[in-house]
């Protein structure tokens, strides 16, 4: 589907400096702290831009938000093509988090609605595998420009430029689905706001997202530099394969949340993902690079079913008019999970190492998403 291929490119680009971080720290000289700042801040990036214009595609159509995110993203690519000092750096993942924010609710609700009805189940599947493949082909082509390229910090941008320009042709193409049948309703700061409907069905399914994107900061902002330091592993494909590893298994979960059932794919989804990170934490114990990719395998697997049902739950109790405003919601608590515990993790880097640090993100992911499967088990949304 072409709006699912356009939701894949933007997401692409936010992913891309993952595997470049360590040529900007030996750059421009700054700590491990500072890396995850950088991190965060695009997520702080995504969270304004989901409670600020989560529901503007929602009045405006989704064609218009589209082409103001792929503006966004290649306004990223510009500050990282520049190559200008850290500032530069902050103002570029800013961009990219605002992009991204754009992207994660009004492209979800356009793969949704140009489904036709009887294809809706794989459009959702269609949804979050370009969310997470995206994410993870940002790091796989960045590694694979970066390491085997003359120009590291460069190319891998100037092809997401290009990219962004075919999804620009690509938007101008699709229908526009958010229509009004009276005057089109004031534009509106969302704030985090979630229809009465669907509040039983979002509490739950939003906890589990934000332990599983908890888990996709960890390997995003940490695993390139315990691969550096701790496993002596340089070579910036190999850093950005194991990062799209995880990516990749997650759209794998998402797939076999079908074959599972939303039910039951929320639950089981988090014992796979508790699975997956007692492994996670044995490979920093052990300094193992395979132990740690089967860790990040088995763990995607968890994180993509589990979220790809609480997305279809959430998307489905809400009413058509706020579909767009709910799912930004969703993503909202998502992104919070990716931003905080990164930095919490970069602060710890500094007194306890990035492979102690590591296992205290673990450890406390664990308990979470333990805690969330047992209660889904016991009481799983009445919705799905």
Known sequence: MAAAGVFAVGMMGTTLPTPLYGLYRDELGFSELIVTVVFAVYALGVISALLIAGNFSDVVGRRPVLFLAIGLSALSAVCFLSEAGLPLLYVGRVLSGFSAGLFSGTGTAAVLELAPEERRARAGFAATAANMGGLGLGPLVAGLLAEYTPWPLTLPFAVHLALLAVAFTMTRLLPETVHHSGPRPPLRLQGLKIPPE???????????????????????????????????????????????????????????????????????????????????????????????????????????????????????????????????????????????????????????????????????????????????????????
């Open 198 to 384: 669907v509040r039983g069905v979002f509490a739950p399914c939003a906890l589990t997202a934000f332990a599983g994107f908890a888990v996709l900061g960890l390997f995003t902002a940490v695993a390139p530099d315990f691969l550096a330091k701790t496993l002596g592993e340089h070579n910036l494909a190999v850093v950005g394969a194991v990062v799209f590893s995880l990516f990749c298994a997650s759209t794998s979960g998402q797939l076999l949340m079908t074959r599972v059932g939303t039910r039951n794919a929320l639950p089981l989804g988090c014992l796979i993902l508790v699975v997956g990170l007692f492994l996670v934490g044995a490979s920093l114990l052990a300094q193992s690079l395979p132990v740690l990719v089967v860790g990040a395998v088995i763990a995607g697997v968890g994180q993509g079913m589990a979220f790809r049902a609480g997305l279809t739950a959430v998307s489905s109790a809400a009413p058509d008019m706020h579909r767009g405003a709910t799912i930004s919601a969703f993503f909202v608590v998502a992104y919070v999970g990716i931003s905080l515990p990164v930095v919490g993790v970069g602060a710890l880097t500094r007194a306890l190492g990035v492979a102690d640090a590591g296992l205290v993100l673990a450890g406390c992911v664990i308990l979470l998403v333990a805690a969330v499967g047992a209660h889904l088990w016991r009481r799983p949304p009445a919705v799905v």
